[in-house]
């Protein structure tokens, strides 16, 4: 019903930079919020960056200053531009949308996509 497609994963030199993209298809009424995480082996999932339906962001205080998050709503689509990449950047970062899948239904779901590999090393 709802799908997100990420790419732009990659193996970076650390202090390079990286620009990850998730696309949300499918029934979708609005999309209130898009987000990214990320997951390291050994650690929890946390919250990286998102952006709301009216543009407001947050961040990661581990990230600030080194990530933007945006969207383009024309596409429902959310971009993570990465730069000064260090290694303990290195995870599989998840896109998650939190979005309506019809007008008349009151609720919001959540939707995750598959995650993309970002390896930062020398």
């Known amino acids: 019903q709802v799908q997100l497609v990420e790419s732009g994963g990659g193996l970076v030199q650390p202090g390079g930079s990286l620009r990850l993209s998730c696309a949300a298809s499918g029934t979708i009424a609005s999309i209130i919020a898009m987000d990214w995480y990320r997951q390291a082996p050994g650690n929890k999932r946390e919250l990286v960056a998102s952006i709301t339906s009216d543009g407001s962001t947050n961040y990661a205080d581990s990230v600030k200053g080194r990530f933007n998050i945006s969207r383009d709503n024309a596409k429902n689509t959310v971009y993570l531009q990465m730069n000064s990449l260090k290694p303990e950047d290195t995870a599989v970062y998840y896109c998650?949308?939190?979005?309506?899948?019809?007008?008349?239904?009151?609720?919001?779901?959540?939707?995750w996509g598959q995650g993309t590999q970002v390896t930062v090393s020398s």
């Open positions: 998650n949308a939190a979005l309506k899948v019809s007008y008349r239904d009151r609720n919001w779901y959540r939707y």
